[in-house]
T-cell receptor, first 108, second 115 residues
Framework: GQQVQQSPASLVLQEGENAELQCNFS?????MQWFYQRPEGSLVSLFY???GTKQSGRLTSTTVIKERRSSLHISSSQITDSGTYLC??????????FGSGTRLLVSP | GALVYQYPRRTICKSGTSMRMECQAV??????VAWYRQSPQKTFELIAL?????????EQNFTQEKFPISHPNLSFSSMTVLNAYLEDRGLYLC???????????FGSGTRLLVI
């Protein structure tokens, strides 16, 4: 079965609203990364967050290992935040498995 | 800092032909290299994980016969898509990390179009 469940699949916000993206894992995880995928496909690493909470500007990532979940919070969303966000978990077998992605659209 | 250069960025190949893509790690030792494919409208699927001095492990639905991988040293890896067909089109991504096993650094991807 699918090891990483990412939600929502898509999200539409008005500029200034906050966004909460979630990833849930069906197996134990060793680490977590969150990425932004540029339109041409390349990945921008947002967070490497094995556990706890990390913040970078308007972005906050929280990983709770025992609950097998990680979230990405975007505060005061901007139009330029639009795009696809991916979580990726590392399993016990040292494999990194990607979530299905959240397509975010921020409108003016 | 750690960087991974992946090339080519885009490539077109005729159906039934093969194409090779390469990744170069700079600023760290690529002890482990993972290759992924993102088919249209899908997320990234792991093709195989290569660790220096270990056998390359292919995921279900991917084989060495179709996607041979080379990982000859701690800075370079290549993967070939043999006998490419329409279903092989997509974005191929390599990611690498060092022996400390922290986060992966990813290349910018190779977009394959098959005609």
């Amino acid at each position: 079965g699918q090891q990483v469940q990412q939600s929502p699949a898509s999200l539409v916000l008005q500029e200034g609203e906050n966004a909460e993206l979630q990833c849930n894992f069906s197996t134990s995880l060793n680490s977590m990364q969150w990425f932004y995928q540029r339109p041409e496909g390349s990945l921008v690493s947002l967070f490497y967050n094995p556990s706890g909470t990390k913040q970078s500007g308007r972005l906050t990532s929280t990983t709770v290992i025992k609950e097998r979940r990680s979230s990405l919070h975007i505060s005061s969303s901007q139009i330029t935040d639009s795009g696809t966000y991916l979580c990726a978990m590392e399993t016990g077998g040292y494999k990194v498995v990607f979530g299905s992605g959240t397509r975010l659209l921020v409108s003016p | 800092g750690a960087l991974v250069y992946q090339y080519p960025r885009r490539t077109i190949c005729k159906s039934g032909t093969s194409m090779r893509m390469e990744c170069q790690a700079v600023g760290f030792q690529a002890t482990s290299v993972a290759w992924y494919r993102q088919s249209p409208q899908k997320t990234f699927e792991l093709i195989a994980l290569s660790t220096v001095n270990s056998a390359i492990k292919y995921e279900q639905n991917f084989t060495q016969e179709k996607f041979p991988i080379s990982h000859p040293n701690l800075s370079f890896s290549s993967m070939t898509v043999l006998n490419a067909y329409l279903e092989d089109r997509g974005l191929y991504l390599c990611g690498a990390r060092d022996f400390r096993g922290s986060d992966y650094t990813f290349g910018s991807g190779t977009r394959l179009l098959v005609i």
